[in-house]
């Protein structure tokens, strides 16, 4: 299937590594020019040359902090002045810190806030006039199933998270006639440094080894197994296409049946 990426000119965050990275590979692979953003300057410019070297598409590497508006709108326009346009915005956030809601700190607060809910809306605010002379574009948050089910140490994602998603409802209605579309992708037990941070906490509270509570992520879910990046990625490539025309302000979860809410 074509998905009619080719020469479309995406902006990936968080993707020297893990889900960001899986998201701009796949959307390289399928003809996209690709801007990769992460805090870590030498694991950008690794992933950014991987990329290059397996897709033979454009990839400009921009090593910034998120967590402020000057680099986000830095990154934009940075991204504007070499592919002369923006289409896609894949939103990809470090995440909050590790925390219980009893006892989050103000700078833990202070901290989620900016990184997993202000970062979003300033990254869609800011963008959104590059999408409109276009002629229209993408949107895509990548948040966590913690939007749905909450999860132990992980009081903060789900908080700010679901913040996300009431924005981006509204946002989808605001601008889908400017034929802008507007989703969220709730990745639950895929395999990333984020996942295994979380896991290894648990691990360590439970008294067990990491390999044991991974192994009790995978029994948790409908498959019976962690997901891999790339199965994420793919979704998020379909959001991106042309063949994504009619859905907007939805929340997908990609998490092999890990949560069981019917709603």
């Not at 020019?33 to 990839?59: F, H, P, Q, Y």
Request: hydrophobic share 40%; glycine share 10%; aromatic share 4%.
């Amino acid at each position: 299937m074509d998905l009619g990426l080719k020469d479309k000119v995406a902006i990936v965050g968080g993707a020297s590594k893990g889900l960001g990275r899986a998201c701009a590979q796949v959307l390289a692979e399928e003809g996209a020019k690709v801007t990769i953003c992460s805090r870590t300057s030498a694991d950008l410019e690794k992933a950014a040359d991987e990329i290059r070297k397996s897709t033979g598409a454009e990839v400009m590497p921009y090593a910034a902090d998120l967590d402020k508006l000057e680099s986000i709108t830095g990154l934009i326009s940075a991204t504007v002045e070499r592919f002369g346009g923006l289409d896609i915005l894949v939103n990809n956030s470090g995440g909050p810190p590790l925390a219980r809601a009893v006892e989050a700190t103000e700078e833990q607060w202070e901290t989620a806030v900016n990184r997993s809910l202000f970062y979003f809306g300033r990254m869609c605010r800011e963008s959104i006039p590059h999408l409109k002379a276009r002629g229209g574009g993408r949107i895509i948050n990548i948040l966590a199933s913690t939007v749905y089910n909450p999860i132990p140490n992980l009081a903060l994602s789900g908080a700010t998270r679901m913040g996300v998603i009431a924005y981006a409802k509204s946002l989808a209605d605001e601008v889908g006639r400017d034929g802008i579309l507007v989703n969220n992708v709730c990745p639950g037990s895929i395999l990333s440094e984020r996942m295994l941070s979380n896991v290894a906490s648990r691990a360590k509270e439970l008294g067990i080894s990491v390999e044991e509570g991974l192994a009790i992520r995978a029994k948790e879910t409908a498959l019976g197994r962690a997901g891999e990046p790339v199965e994420l990625a793919n979704l998020v490539a379909f959001l991106a296409s042309d063949k994504s025309t009619y859905i907007t302000g939805t929340t997908i979860l990609v998490d092999g049946g890990l949560v069981r809410s019917v709603m």
